[in-house]
C-alpha cells in the first residue's frame, strides 16, 4: 500500500459524508460544524498526518460513550440492554479518511473476496445473497440435484475477534505500515465509559478497556472486521467444493454478509 498522506480535500470528503447530526462521543462535536467550517479543514489535515506520523492520538479521541437502552421493561437484566457506543467525530473523521485509503488499496489489488457483501460501497446488502441462495434452492427442486447447504451466526462476532489478528491481518494484505503501528497504538487506547438513562459512570473504575473485538461504531470497523475473516474466504474457495449453477461455470463455494455465513 502507498504512503498516507492527508490533505485538506482528505477532510473535506470525509466529513462530506457523514450525517450532519449523529449523536458525537466526548468531543460533543457534530459533523454540521466541520462541513460549516471549511478553513478547519487544512489545519485538522496538519494534525491528522502529525498523529499518524508519531503513530499517537490523545486517549480523548479513542474513549467512547456506551448508552445502554432497554430492550423491554426488564431493566434488572444486563442481558436486556442494547449497547450503542458513540464515538468522538475528530475519531470517526480520521478513521474516515483511513478506511477510504484502505479500501482503494484492497479494491486496487482485488484483496477482498467477492463472497462478502458487507462491505462493498453501493452493493445492495443482503439481498444479493438471498437471491442467489433462492435461485441455487430452485435449481436444485427443478433439476433433482443434491445440495448440502449450513447457515452459520458467528455468536458475538464483532466483540470476540482478537486483536493480535486485527493488527495480523492488517499485515499480510500489506496495509501501509505507518498506518499499522498508528492502529495498533490506537488499539491499545481504546477504552468505553457505560451511560445508563442519561448519566454517565465517569469514575475511572468504569472506564472499560476494549481488550477483544472492534471499536464499534467508526467507518473503518467494518472493512477491518470483513478483511479478518478474508482469509476464511480464501480456504473455502480454495476447497473445489461448491454448488455449479451451469456447466462450466463458477461454483458458488460460501456467501459471506459480514459475519453471517
Not at 88 to 115: D, G
Not at 246 to 258: D, E, N, P, S
Request: with cysteine.
Amino acid at each position: 500500500m502507498d504512503p498516507v498522506i492527508i490533505t485538506p480535500d482528505d477532510v473535506a470528503k470525509a466529513v462530506r459524508r457523514a450525517p450532519n447530526w449523529k449523536s458525537p462521543g466526548l468531543d460533543g462535536l457534530h459533523h454540521y460544524w466541520l462541513k460549516g467550517f471549511v478553513v478547519c479543514h487544512a489545519v485538522l489535515a496538519r494534525q491528522f498526518q502529525e498523529a499518524l506520523d508519531q503513530k499517537s492520538l490523545p486517549s480523548l479521541f479513542t474513549t467512547g460513550i456506551t448508552h445502554l437502552v432497554p430492550k423491554d421493561r426488564d431493566t434488572i437484566d444486563p442481558s436486556k440492554y442494547r449497547p450503542i457506543t458513540c464515538l468522538p467525530t475528530i475519531y470517526k473523521t480520521l478513521t474516515s479518511i483511513l478506511s477510504a485509503r484502505i479500501t482503494r488499496h484492497l479494491n486496487s489489488n482485488q484483496v477482498m473476496s467477492r463472497a462478502q457483501n458487507g462491505c462493498w460501497g453501493g452493493g445492495r446488502g443482503t439481498n444479493e445473497p438471498l437471491l442467489i441462495d433462492a435461485v441455487i434452492g430452485k435449481v436444485v427442486k427443478r433439476n433433482r440435484r443434491n445440495l448440502s447447504a449450513a447457515w452459520i451466526d458467528y455468536k458475538k462476532a464483532f466483540d470476540s475477534v482478537p486483536h493480535t489478528w486485527l493488527k495480523r491481518v492488517l499485515e499480510l494484505y500489506k496495509v501501509d505500515c505507518t498506518v499499522r503501528d498508528f492502529l495498533g497504538q490506537c488499539m491499545g487506547q481504546w477504552r468505553t465509559i457505560l451511560c445508563h438513562l442519561g448519566e454517565r459512570m465517569t469514575a475511572a473504575e468504569n472506564h472499560i478497556s476494549i481488550r477483544r473485538g472492534i471499536f464499534q461504531g467508526d467507518c473503518l470497523s467494518p472493512i477491518w472486521f470483513c478483511l479478518s475473516l478474508n482469509p476464511l474466504s480464501t480456504l473455502l474457495e480454495g476447497s473445489g467444493r461448491g454448488f455449479q449453477l451451469r456447466r462450466g461455470g463458477a461454483k458458488v463455494t460460501h456467501l459471506f454478509y459480514m459475519d453471517d455465513l
